[in-house]
């Protein structure tokens, strides 16, 4: 039976963390209502008869009974979660009242608070939640907050919340008979065809070909049943054809982040290094390993029964960095749409088929691990730029044909053709007056590029339609667009609550209905949780012992280390010589000693177990863990990132003078940059430059440590620092590897995935122009003026020489479309430290012609044209384009044969109208480190 809880609020500890113990999940049938709950000992199952659904106190089945005491007062919700996080079930009309949903919290055993919130709309829709704590981040506001009534009955006079802030009740006068006793594992697995009454349909015959158990499956389904399954986040049960709950959406960047359990009896989710960190390594195989490693842990979470995160992943973002100011270029990988592209791919492939060094078992595997989810289709740069003027959901992305193909859209098309990738999300912005997730030319890109997958919008686009864009006039008129343009999951409320209507209204039809069915529900087949799960030891085998394991925690640390990029080392002032004496460091900044500082937005929240709370240690501590005994290391804050006070300067410019050598690390943080927030500029903020200029002026030796997301111009630093190492936001263990990097432990090898502009870029271009060739250009490809540092530049300890071989290749060289070039060089370590280094491939164009011949159109990339024509020679080339590279290590002395393979569709180039084309002429191939040798091989004659 359910315990008494008193209405007092005094007596709750506002310390307490939120525990989610369990999730029910609230399901209308033909046959009544039913509630399915897990409350931490198994699973149960309530029935009741339609006709008392708005009481569930007394009727034909025996059920513990609770009441909603006096409201505990109106909370908002944060960005840290709800004031109580275990949904129960979203439902409408009178049904939605404090008394229904203490009672649905007590038959689920979540009981102590009950809270209701409402969205405001015409349909009234309303949520319940449940909690045995409240989360300790949200506070109390006035009451008037609380304003929308509860409907029906004597509860109309009740608060029952608003958008973004919840009415909470306490769960009192619980009592009844025990719960009944459970009916199997954890339904948060999503283990569909485990009943005897569904296990003859077709759809659970695992030797019906894969389509066709789908399509079975979807015509059992009702329109009623639809709009629900289509929504993102927890897709409900459908009990009558044994169709577990569902979770659409796992924020997995570089880790599994945002839900409420992080840690399970101890154990945490890893935490990687920032996208942007991680690109920088340019580590194909590491990016498939990492992406392995969150997959394995999504299913190892899911075996557990942990019911806040699912299967499909919204990651890897793989937008392009047009300009240093947006908000989330941290989350994304480069300005180069190859290297976007290639990490998408490699990503993907780990995240649904796992990797030899992370799943070797898993291997040829018939089911996908997870699935990936490509964000954010496409041309999105912007949160909410000058004040709000523009923000995601209003922006018009005007975007040339050129520019679309040429940049906004090949990432996404390597990431699907060589990755595999299942699942596409829309961006929030229009292109070129239509929303994306509505918009026809996407969608006959992702056709020609023979996407199989399923495809969500974002943050509510549908409804975004009708509000922000204006696209269109009604919420029916929108979900017909969107679902004629195959947006399939709805991340908002708009399919849930209004696809009824719009079928009724005949904006929408069954066959648009089913077709996102089919595409949604065939990833929850090819996840095998319609098959027998003896098949399947491998994926059913990964449990506690898979989560943060060995390998992943190696993983972390290679990552974290091989993504430090060495900007400047004047005078060799690194590595750090701790052997004299009197060796004294001062770490000083305000991300000098906060490991949490160091990773970034979509980071676990709880990274460290309770009984090690402080795992990671953060820059100054590490660096005093490394150090030679002989060797002491101090830090000061010096400031905050955007404040300071004139103490902090002082005790600064104190431990400056104090120290032999100065670590001064600066940068940004989620305070200046991130989701739904743009750089106001691309400097280091003013009270950091203040706090740079008295720290130089004491004279001491000084290394720079950068800790962001996008581009710093830092111009006068350049010049005055002799040792710059940036490390973007390098992850939990980034404080570990940056300790070792600067005492010569660890070697750095990372490498620039975007130019760093000098501080006049910012008032020289237009943040919300989405052209990359107007004005002085953007990205390496079109920038016409000299940058503080290019794309692809990175230092190292030690020195590299890089050689043709045997010989050079001949000057003139004839390609036709069925030829292959295999240039090969020779990477050399000529210094006195093994290290990493990366070789990049290069096309240079350098005399073209028109195209005459259909065949030298490359189809799948010029989907938009139809019919044969000739195509003009681009009036805007690159200055080069990235065509592959490879990242290897040369022991000292050593060195190490690189290929690459080069073919006819290589050369492909990007028309004014958008044709993508190979175009008869001379090319040149160019091969580099990124600085340094420049191998060039000469008068390629590329023909048709």
Same mark, same amino acid.
């Given at each position: ?7 007092r ?8 963390? &939120? ?15 039913? &509630?399915?709950?897990?409350n ?10 339609t006709?008392a659904? /708005?009481? $569930? ?14 409201? &505990? ?6 960005a ?8 129960v ?10 008394s229904?949903c203490a ?8 009981? @102590? ?14 949520? =319940? ?15 008037a ?33 025990p ?5 199997g ?7 569909? =065809?485990?009943q ?8 659970c ?8 158990r ?8 009702s329109?009623t049943?639809a ?14 054809l ?20 992080? =840690?399970?009896?101890?154990?945490c ?49 793989i937008n392009i960095?047009?300009?240093p ?14 290297? =976007?592209?290639?990490? /998408?791919?490699?990503?993907s492939?780990?995240?649904?088929n796992?990797?030899?060094?992370? *799943?070797?078992?898993?291997a ?8 990936s989810?490509?964000?954010?289709? *496409? ?8 004040n ?6 209003t #922006? ?8 679309l ?9 390597i990431?699907?053709?060589k990755?595999?990738a ?5 961006s929030c ?17 992702l ?8 495809r969500? *919008?974002?943050g ?29 999951i ?6 849930q609550t209004?696809?009824?209507?719009? !079928? ?12 996102? +069915?089919?595409?949604? +529900?065939r990833?929850? #087949? ?15 085998g ?14 972390n640390l ?8 060495l $900007? ?32 970034g ?6 990274y460290c177990?309770?009984?090690n ?8 501590e ?14 000061s804050? /010096? ?23 100065v ?9 200046v940059?991130r ?15 203040q ?14 440590v ?13 010049q ?10 390098? /992850? ?5 590897a940056i ?15 975007y ?9 020289r ?12 250009g953007?990205t390496?490809?079109?920038?016409q003026?000299?940058p ?17 071989a ?5 000057p @003139? ?7 292959v070039l295999?240039?090969?060089?020779v990477? *050399? ?21 028109p ?18 024509h ?11 384009k990235? !065509?592959?590279?490879?990242?290897a290590?040369?022991p ?7 290929? #690459?393979t080069?073919?006819w569709?290589?050369f ?5 109208d958008g ?19 420049q191998?060039?091989?000469?008068g ?5």
């Open positions: 039976a359910c315990r008494v809880f008193p209405a609020f005094a007596m709750v500890p506002s310390v307490l963390l &939120l525990v989610a113990v369990a999730v029910a999940v609230l399901a209308r049938t033909s046959a009544g209502l039913q &509630l399915h709950a897990h931490g000992r198994g699973w149960f199952e309530m029935k009741r008869s006709n659904v /708005g009481n $569930l106190h007394g009727g034909d089945v025996d059920v513990p009974r609770c009441a909603a005491g006096g409201t &505990l007062g109106c909370f908002q919700d944060t840290k979660g709800r004031v109580v996080d275990t949904e079930a979203t439902i409408q009309g009178p049904f939605a009242s404090p229904f009672a649905a919290c007590g038959i689920a055993g979540l009981g @102590k608070y009950a809270g209701v919130t409402g969205d405001g709309s015409a349909m009234d829709t309303r949520t =319940c939640y449940c909690g045995v704590a409240l989360n300790p981040h949200v506070q109390r506001v006035d009451d907050k609380c304003s929308l009534p509860c409907p029906g009955g004597s509860n109309s006079s009740r608060p029952c919340g608003g958008q973004g802030y919840m009415s909470l009740y306490a769960v009192t006068d619980c009592q009844g008979p719960l009944p006793s459970p009916l594992p954890p339904l948060a697995v999503g283990r569909a =065809c485990s005897p009454e569904v296990k003859p349909f077709p759809f015959n695992g030797s019906l070909p894969l389509d066709d789908v399509t079975d499956l979807v015509n059992r389904l329109m049943e709009g629900a399954l289509l929504t993102a986040r927890e897709s409900p049960r459908v009990a009558r044994g169709l577990p709950p569902f979770y659409w959406g796992t924020n997995a960047i570089h880790g599994i982040a945002r839900v409420a359990q992080e =840690c399970v009896q101890d154990t989710v890893s935490s990687f290094p920032q996208t942007i960190a991680l690109s920088a390594t340019f580590n194909k195989t590491l990016f498939r390993d990492v992406g392995a490693v969150i997959g394995k842990e999504l299913r190892a979470r899911a075996n557990l029964g942990v019911s806040d995160d699912g299967l499909v992943s919204w990651a890897p973002t960095i047009k300009d100011r947006w908000g989330r270029n941290q989350e994304t990988v480069s300005e180069d749409p190859t290297h =976007c592209g290639i990490y /998408g791919a490699q990503w492939l780990g995240l649904q796992g990797s030899k060094t992370v *799943t070797p078992a898993l040829d595997s018939p089911w996908l691990l997870s699935v989810t490509l964000k954010h289709v *496409t041309a999105y740069d912007l949160e909410d730029y000058d709000h003027t523009w923000t995601r959901q #922006f018009d992305a005007h975007i040339s044909p050129f520019d193909a040429d940049t906004y859209l090949p990432g996404f098309e990431a699907i053709t990755g595999n299942q699942g596409i999300m829309y912005n229009a292109i070129n007056g239509v929303p994306s997730d509505a918009n026809a030319k996407l969608d006959t890109y056709h020609a590029w023979n996407f199989t997958g399923y969500s *919008t974002d509510g686009q549908v409804a975004q339609m009708v509000s922000d864009h204006h696209y269109r006039p009604t919420i029916d008129q929108a979900i017909q667009v969107a679902l004629e343009a195959e947006s399939d709805d991340d908002g409320s708009s399919y209004h696809l009824l209507r719009a !079928l009724t209204n005949g904006n929408a039809t069954v066959a648009l209905v089913r077709r996102a +069915l089919f595409n949604t +529900l990833m929850r #087949f090819r996840l095998g949780l319609f098959d027998d799960p003896k098949l399947q030891p491998t994926l059913l990964y449990g506690l012992s898979d989560i943060n394991d060995d390998v992943s925690k190696k993983l290679l990552a974290s280390r091989a993504g430090l990029v $900007l400047k080392n004047d005078g060799e002032v690194l590595p750090l010589n701790t052997s004299e004496a009197t060796h004294k460091i001062a770490v000083i900044g305000p991300n000098g000693n906060s490991s949490r500082a160091l990773q937005s979509y980071g676990a929240n709880t177990p309770k009984s709370p402080n795992c990671f240690p953060g820059i100054a590490a660096l005093a863990g490394a150090v030679s005994p002989n060797s002491s290391v101090m830090y804050q /010096g400031s905050d990132v955007t404040t300071g006070t004139a103490n902090q300067l002082q005790d600064a410019v104190a431990a400056a003078t104090a120290a032999s050598h670590v001064l690390v600066l940068g940004l943080s989620q305070s940059e989701e739904q927030h743009d750089r106001i500029n691309i400097t280091l903020p003013k009270v950091q430059l706090l740079a200029d008295a720290v130089l002026a004491v004279g001491k030796p000084t290394v720079l950068l800790v962001h997301g996008g581009a710093l111009a830092i111009d006068s630093l350049k005055r620092v002799p040792a710059i190492l940036d490390a973007h936001y390098p /992850g939990v263990v980034g404080g570990q300790a070792e990097t600067l005492l010569g432990k660890s070697n750095p090898s990372g490498k620039l995935p130019t760093v502009y000098p501080a006049s870029y910012q008032e271009s237009n943040f919300t122009d989405m052209s990359l060739v107007t004005g002085d953007r390496y490809r079109y920038y003026l000299e503080l540092w290019p794309a692809f530049f990175g230092l190292s300890y030690t020195t590299f020489s890089l050689a043709w045997p010989t050079p290749p001949p @003139k060289v004839v390609v036709g479309p069925q030829d295999r240039p090969l060089v990477l *050399t370590n000529i210094g006195a430290m093994d290290g990493d280094e990366v070789v990049f491939l290069f096309v240079v164009p350098v005399v073209l012609a195209v005459n011949q259909q065949h030298s159109v490359i189809a799948h990339r010029s989907a938009h044209l139809r019919g044969a000739v195509v003009a020679v681009p009036s805007h080339l690159p200055r080069k990235l !065509l592959d590279y490879h990242r290590n040369v000292t002395g050593g060195e190490v044969s690189v290929s #690459f080069v073919g569709a290589d492909a180039l990007t028309s004014d044709t993508v084309a190979v175009f008869p002429g001379t090319y040149n191939l160019l091969i580099n480190r990124g600085h340094g040798d191998l060039l091989w000469k390629i004659e590329v023909t048709t």
